[in-house]
Nanobody, 113 residues
């Protein structure tokens, strides 16, 4: 199971850094993603990182969000810059494709205008 943290209330244009760890320690999957779910909307993939391959992003966050891992490989990170009110959502990490039994509680990101 994954545990996300770092969400907060921030003004538009601000930045946040999210973190994700696996309850068992090291991230167990080489293909990981950050997902988000806004109120009344379906959960969507916003960033994906596949080890030794590269990263990809949803069009809505391209150029503003960066997915990475820490040097030890046990934490998945999401750096979010130039935040917009439409980025408001609960953010989750999971494998790609997601493992249904591994969804965590998520972390709330709220961007005020």
């Amino acid at each position: 199971r994954f545990v996300e943290s770092g969400g907060d209330l921030v003004q538009a244009g601000g930045s946040l850094s999210l973190s994700c760890v696996a309850s068992g320690g090291r991230l167990p999957i080489s293909d990981m993603g950050w997902y988000r779910q806004a109120p009344g909307k379906q959960r969507e993939l916003v960033a994906r990182r596949k080890s030794h391959v590269g990263t990809s992003y949803a069009d809505s966050v391209q150029g503003r969000f960066t997915i990475s891992t820490n040097n030890s490989g046990n934490t998945l990170l999401l750096q979010m810059n130039s935040l917009k009110p439409e980025d408001t959502a609960v953010y989750y990490c999971n494998g790609f494709p997601p493992i249904q039994s591994s969804w965590g509680q998520g972390t709330q990101v709220t961007v005020s205008s």
